[in-house]
């Protein structure tokens, strides 16, 4: 079992920046992939970024790719999503997500996580 807590959302202006966390516990962080997923009203949940157990590859959604950057402090149990230039169509639901039978190549499918967090409000304001 793993248990996922994020916190960090709120409401920012376009251009500016904002950093999320999110929490894990339950099994060692450091044995699986995590990923960052939103959902804004009206809209599937999608895929925003993923980051490997060890932090050696990461992975990005091409609309934020540039913007966004994901990491992990496996010694604080923490995986981060720092998002530089926010835009309007970010505001979104944001969840942390854990996948430990480790399957990179399916990072950008919602169903391969199978774990997930509360998720954390992120509104921008034109």
């Known amino acids: 079992q793993v248990q996922l807590v994020e916190s960090g959302g709120g409401l920012v202006q376009a251009g500016d920046s904002l950093r999320v966390s999110c929490v894990a516990s339950g099994r060692p962080f450091s044995t699986y992939h995590m990923g960052w997923f939103r959902q804004a009203p009206g809209k599937e949940r999608e895929f925003v970024a993923a980051i490997m157990w060890s932090g050696t590859a990461t992975d990005y959604a091409q609309p934020v790719r540039g913007r966004f950057t994901i990491s992990r402090d496996n010694a604080k149990n923490t995986l981060y999503l720092r998002m530089n230039s926010l835009k309007p169509e970010d505001t979104a639901v944001y969840y942390c997500?854990?996948?430990?039978?480790?399957?990179?190549?399916?990072?950008?499918?919602?169903?391969?996580?199978?774990?997930w967090g509360q998720g954390t409000q992120v509104t921008v304001s034109s």
């Open positions: 997500a854990a996948d430990p039978q480790s399957r990179w190549s399916l990072r950008a499918r919602v169903d391969a996580w199978q774990y």
